[in-house]
């Protein structure tokens, strides 16, 4: 199993980012997928998820903001992230899963580093 991230960089204040996860191995299809974030000095915690009917729960501190979406013809899972703040600044992993986004269940990529800065 392989879930490979990308699309972090450095983004200043109010700007936008698109990530990316790319996973094989799985039966794309049936999981829900997640995006999780661990700032430095914090617990890894929960972004967005989607799962495998298209119910996309939110954090509430990126509701508005961020956007999860999937698309199963490319087992591909995104992470639109607008308006983007100092404090959305971490590495944000994606995860795969076939239960609820609690935990530290299902696998993981190796995560991509977002940084929000001017």
């Known amino acids: 199993v392989q879930l490979v991230e990308s699309g972090g960089e450095l983004a200043q204040p109010g700007g936008s980012l698109k990530l990316s996860c790319a996973a094989s191995?799985?039966?794309?299809?049936?999981?829900?997928m997640g995006w999780y974030r661990q700032a430095p000095g914090k617990q890894r915690e929960f972004v967005a998820g989607?799962?495998?009917?298209?119910?996309?729960p939110y954090a509430d501190s990126v509701k508005g903001r961020f956007t999860i979406s999937r698309d199963n013809a490319k087992n591909t899972v995104f992470l639109q992230m607008n308006s983007l703040k100092p404090e959305d600044t971490a590495v944000y992993y994606c995860?795969?899963?076939?239960?609820?986004?609690?935990?530290?269940?299902?696998?993981w990529g190796q995560g991509t580093q977002v940084t929000v800065s001017s």
């Open positions: 995860n795969a899963r076939l239960g609820p986004f609690v935990g530290r269940n299902g696998f």
């Open positions: 191995g799985i039966n794309f299809n049936i999981h829900a």
């Open positions: 989607i799962t495998r009917g298209g119910n996309t």
